[in-house]
T-cell receptor
Framework: DGGITQSPKYLFRKEGQNVTLSCEQNLNHDAMYWYRQDPGQGLRLIYYSQIVNDFQKGDIAEGYSVSREKKESFPLTVTSAQKNPTAFYLC???????????????FGSGTQLSVL | AQKVTQAQTEISVVEKEDVTLDCVYETRDTTYYLFWYKQPPSGELVFLIRRNSFDEQNEISGRYSWNFQKSTSSFNFTITASQVVDSAVYFCALSEANAGGTSYGKLTFGQGTILTVHP
């Protein structure tokens, strides 16, 4: 079945540690996104990528980094500079055709990150 | 800046009741897109509907219907004859459009409304 796979489902981070959240899609989508969900605040965009080897900052990129070396993969690293990393992280993708981006997003099932 | 407000944090209904989820948005764009997504307990968001700013027709899909009113900047969602399986968090979202009129995947989300349908 086609879809988006996020791993792990739960992740714990120690003080000063970098952690990486995995996102893989087999939908052959060009565009991928990372959103952060906090209780009562909805979702906020961290980074997005419209094509391989290219990505842009979203609204809350500070303390995060990404890479897009393969079309299928868009890992998110939460660095030690992110002082409040506890949240639910959602990866999404969309088709993206000829430089335009499809508006319908397909989401993974998320990763809950907590600080020890 | 774009903003989406879902004033109802939580709604609780009994099965078979009708329920309306409110969504009010703010944008300076003349071309934009509005969405509703459902987040069941499993966590992933599921797309429900997309509407562009030039299409104010209401839409009905089974027990779901949407009322888009540009004059009041609202895009409300109604579930008729609610069922327990409708229990989820529902998000309204807004997206800017590029010059070609196609939406990016960069969405501004509302805070979400937690809907609980009791048997």
């Amino acid at each position: 079945d086609g879809g988006i796979t996020q791993s792990p489902k739960y992740l714990f981070r120690k003080e000063g540690q970098n952690v990486t959240l995995s996102c893989e899609q087999n939908l052959n989508h060009d565009a991928m996104y990372w959103y952060r969900q906090d209780p009562g605040q909805g979702l906020r965009l961290i980074y997005y990528s419209q094509i391989v080897n290219d990505f842009q900052k979203g609204d809350i990129a500070e303390g995060y980094s990404v890479s897009r070396e393969k079309k299928e993969s868009f890992p998110l690293t939460v660095t030690s500079a992110q002082k409040n990393p506890t949240a639910f992280y959602l990866c999404a993708s969309s088709i993206g055709t000829g430089g335009f981006i499809s508006e319908k997003l397909f989401f993974g099932s998320g990763t809950q990150l907590s600080v020890l | 800046a774009q903003k989406v407000t879902q004033a109802q944090t939580e709604i609780s209904v009994v099965e078979k009741e009708d329920v309306t989820l409110d969504c009010v948005y703010e944008t300076r764009d003349t071309t934009y897109y509005l969405f509703w997504y459902k987040q069941p307990p499993s966590g992933e968001l599921v797309f429900l509907i997309r509407r562009n700013s030039f299409d104010e027709q209401n839409e009905i899909s089974g027990r779901y219907s949407w009322n888009f009113q540009k004059s009041t900047s609202s895009f409300n969602f109604t579930i008729t004859a609610s069922q327990v399986v409708d229990s989820a968090v529902y998000f309204c979202a807004l997206s800017e459009a590029n010059a070609g009129g196609t939406s990016y995947g960069k969405l501004t989300f509302g805070q979400g409304t937690i809907l609980t349908v009791h048997p």
